[in-house]
């Protein structure tokens, strides 16, 4: 897999729905098109959460996956 690598990172740790996309929402607004952003947390309805969220929102979600407890996202502004 290819290493992707952030413009931002947010870490959501220990923050529970709908923080962690509120979060997102505000820091991705602050981005150019075409940034990355990474989102760290431990909210398991994250896994459902951002991929709906960037649907929503015309953002592309590039990959994720669970690492030791935590959920890792890596989302492209879309434009």
């Given at each position: 897999?290819?290493?992707?690598?952030?413009?931002?990172?947010?870490?959501?740790?220990?923050?529970?729905?709908?923080?962690?996309?509120?979060?997102l929402?505000?820091?991705?607004?602050?981005?150019?098109?075409?940034?990355?952003?990474?989102?760290?947390?431990?909210?398991?309805?994250?896994?459902?959460?951002?991929?709906?969220?960037?649907?929503?929102?015309?953002?592309?979600?590039?990959?994720?996956?669970?690492?030791?407890?935590?959920?890792?996202?890596?989302?492209?502004?879309?434009?």
């Amino acid at each position: 897999m290819t290493q992707l690598t952030a413009d931002v990172t947010l870490d959501c740790t220990g923050l529970a729905c709908p923080l962690p996309i509120l979060k997102l929402s505000k820091a991705i607004a602050g981005m150019q098109p075409g940034q990355i952003i990474e989102l760290i947390g431990t909210d398991s309805g994250s896994k459902d959460d951002v991929p709906a969220f960037c649907q929503r929102t015309n953002n592309t979600l590039l990959a994720s996956r669970e690492e030791g407890g935590r959920f890792i996202f890596y989302v492209k502004k879309g434009l």
